[in-house]
Structures are given as structure tokens and as C-alpha cells.
């Protein structure tokens, strides 16, 4: 049971902008940096931002991410169908001594 | 090029033992803190563990506790997730997986099934 809670979907037209939340606590979010990871259709998760707002090699300006005292999000601007994937936010849990993901988003391009 | 490999999955009934093996390669592995992480079917992701870089550290998700060891093979560029006591909720896919905070590559995953 995780949490980090996450809306279970999102959606939105190519060119749109969606946005995803994760809420969580003082004990990860709060005290903590938030990762977030995509994971495509059949394939690995992949890390997709890191230390709050930080893009990995070769993740396009399009995603942008957030935090906020305990809650986080992620920005997907000018949506392509690419970007059709599941998005987890992910933190250190101080409490809990472990690495929490959130509840997952499904993204859908329609 | 980051290369995880994991080995050990299949078939257990509950109550059984499974040991998971990783093979790393492409980055220096003793330099980095390894995690496994495992995703039910169709479910999201779970971590289940991690282990410091010289394996003096070791963490576990509540559920795993007291059932799974974590241990690594810095010699071998190896990581290892002795799994006992297994339930039907272990089913999934485990990914070994490196770094502790974050998580940045990840292998293809061995699947675990616990089934009578």
C-alpha cells in the first residue's frame, strides 16, 4: 500500500498539457527530493526527473516537474502520443526507512 | 552501457525459496547502492529493498522483513535477494535495479510466481 498517491488516470489531446499530482507526507515528500520514472507499454521503468525538477539526459523540455511542501507534480506540455505511459513519483520515506513510489498515473493521448 | 541481468525466477509454492541473482556490468558496482524493485501483474511498482555499497546497509519494505536478505558480490559485480517464506502476494516481476536514492537503471526483470 503505497504512500504516494497518485490519480490513477490522466488525459488529454496531442499539444495539451496535462498534469499529474503525487501526494504524500512530511516524512518523504515533505523532507525529501521527488523522482519521477515512465514506464512505456511492455517496457523497464525509465527515470525521467530527478531532485524535484532536474531532467535525466535526453528527456525533452516538455516535462517539467513541481514540489510543494508535501505534494509533487509533473507537467507534460505540447502531449504527443509517445508520451502515452505510466508515470510513478517516487521519494525517500524517513519513517518507513524505504523508497516509496507513488500509486501510478496512466496517461492516455486521445 | 548499464547492463542489469537478473536470473532465478519461476515457479514456487508458498512456503518455498527462491534466490534472485543480478549480473551487472558497463559501471563500477561497487561504487553504487543496488535495489530490487518488483511490480505485481498489471499492478505498479513496489520496492522491495536496498543494500548499501560495501553491504554494510541494508533496508527492507515491511512486508519482506524477516523473509528476504539482500547481500551483493562486489568481487563478481553481483546482487542477490534470497527470497523465503514466499506468499501467493510475492507474485510479480523483480527487478534488480541500481542506485537507492534514486533508482536510475533498471534490469529486465525475472517474474516470481508462488502458486500451488
Known amino acids: 500500500q503505497s504512500v504516494l498517491t497518485q490519480p490513477p488516470s490522466a488525459s488529454g489531446t496531442p499539444g495539451q498539457r496535462v498534469t499529474i499530482s503525487c501526494s504524500g507526507s512530511s516524512s518523504n515528500i515533505g523532507g525529501n527530493y521527488v523522482y519521477w520514472y515512465q514506464q512505456l507499454p511492455g517496457a523497464v521503468p525509465k527515470l525521467l526527473m530527478y531532485?524535484?525538477?532536474q531532467r535525466t539526459s535526453g528527456v525533452p523540455d516538455r516535462f517539467s516537474g513541481s514540489k510543494s511542501g508535501s505534494s509533487a507534480s509533473l507537467a507534460i506540455s505540447g502531449l504527443r502520443s509517445e508520451d502515452e505511459a505510466d508515470y510513478y513519483c517516487?521519494?525517500?520515506?524517513?519513517?518507513?526507512?524505504?523508497?516509496?513510489f507513488g500509486t501510478g498515473t496512466k496517461v492516455t493521448v486521445l | 552501457e548499464v547492463q542489469l541481468m537478473e536470473s532465478g525466477g519461476g515457479l514456487v509454492q508458498p512456503g518455498g525459496s527462491l534466490r534472485l541473482s543480478c549480473a551487472a556490468s558497463g559501471f563500477t558496482f561497487s561504487t553504487y547502492w543496488m535495489s530490487w524493485v518488483r511490480q505485481a501483474p498489471g499492478k505498479g511498482l513496489e520496492w522491495v529493498a536496498n543494500i548499501k555499497k560495501d553491504g554494510g546497509e541494508k533496508n527492507y519494505v515491511g512486508s519482506v522483513k524477516g523473509r528476504f536478505t539482500i547481500s551483493r558480490d562486489n568481487a563478481q559485480n553481483s546482487l542477490f535477494l534470497q527470497m523465503n517464506s514466499l506468499r501467493v502476494e510475492d507474485t510479480a516481476v523483480y527487478y534488480c535495479?541500481?542506485?537507492?536514492?534514486?533508482?536510475?537503471?533498471w534490469g529486465q526483470g525475472t517474474l516470481v510466481t508462488v502458486s500451488s
Open positions: 535495479a541500481r542506485g537507492g536514492v534514486p533508482i536510475d537503471y
Open positions: 517516487a521519494a525517500w520515506d524517513d519513517s518507513l526507512r524505504g523508497y516509496v
Open positions: 531532485n524535484n525538477n
